[in-house]
């Protein structure tokens, strides 16, 4: 008498052959959007640090030069350099020489795509409120000798007083460069919609009241005519330096 023997089956049901390649067709473009977000991120945050050494060191400079926007663009534009290095030049003094150049070249005043420089304070109320004309150069100043003996009154128009007058506050606002494949196209479109043209910011999209993105900031970074597809992500910074010198209104 023979006996057989059944081995079981391991066969997959029809239904589930190729649901793996299933599975990873629709996974793994997540996944590796996943990722490429996770480095470009991690990129612009770098940036970020570098953007607020440099304002930083441009308010530095302001509060050593009478609040005068020229010494602080100048200042700023030095702190930009990280931004243009071409790492393929090995020599150093033609590396920083042609990076130095590159970014005077890409913040001179008649730009329309220039990092934004914008003094806070004091203001023209400040001036209003605390303003000195010198007698000789004909020059407003604020004063900021003997601040510990000064009045502390609030000011009528800005609120401040005499040693809150004597801060030098600034904002930058910089268009960088999005360098990992892929976001930037998928954060351009997130922006400012799927079409490009001046044309189709006249068509509102569901999600345009909600990122506030408007035509002119779309065209400045997200969508910048002729740049050959790059995307440029705008980063704003803050630096808040005491007054080494009187500030001077022009």
């Not at 079981?8 to 049901?13: K, L, N, Q, V």
């Not at 793996?20 to 996770?38: D, K, Q, W, Y």
């Not at 401040?160 to 910089?174: E, F, H, T």
Request: hydrophobic share 40%; proline share 5%.
């Amino acid at each position: 008498m023979t006996i057989r023997l059944h081995r079981p089956s391991f066969r997959r049901p029809r239904l589930a052959r190729g649901i793996t390649l299933v599975e990873f067709v629709i996974v793994f473009p997540l996944a590796t959007l996943f990722v490429l977000s996770l480095i470009q991120f991690g990129m612009v945050y770098m940036a970020k640090l570098t953007l607020n050494h440099a304002t930083f060191m441009a308010a530095r400079v302001g509060s050593l030069h009478n609040a005068d926007e020229d010494f602080i663009r100048e200042a700023l534009i030095r702190g930009l350099i990280p931004f243009y290095q071409d790492n393929t030049i090995t020599g150093d003094t033609t590396r920083l020489a042609k990076a130095d150049f590159d970014s005077h070249k890409a913040n001179i005043a008649l730009n329309p795509f220039k990092a934004e420089i914008e003094v806070l304070s004091p203001s023209k109320d400040t001036f209003s409120d605390f303003g000195v004309k010198d007698p000789k150069t004909k020059v407003t100043y604020i004063p900021n000798d003997n601040l510990e003996y000064r009045d502390l009154m609030l000011g009528t128009k800005s609120k401040q007083n005499i040693r809150d007058a004597n801060l030098l506050k600034v904002r930058v606002k910089y268009g960088y460069e999005m360098k990992v494949p892929l976001i930037g196209g998928v954060i351009s479109r997130l922006m400012c919609g799927g079409t490009v043209g001046v044309e189709a910011y006249g068509n509102v999209k569901p999600w345009d009241a909600f990122l506030a993105t408007s035509p002119l900031e779309c065209m400045k970074y997200y969508k910048r005519p002729a740049s050959d597809g790059k995307v440029f992500m705008p980063i704003e910074s803050y630096a808040i330096v005491e007054m080494q010198t009187r500030a001077e209104s022009k």
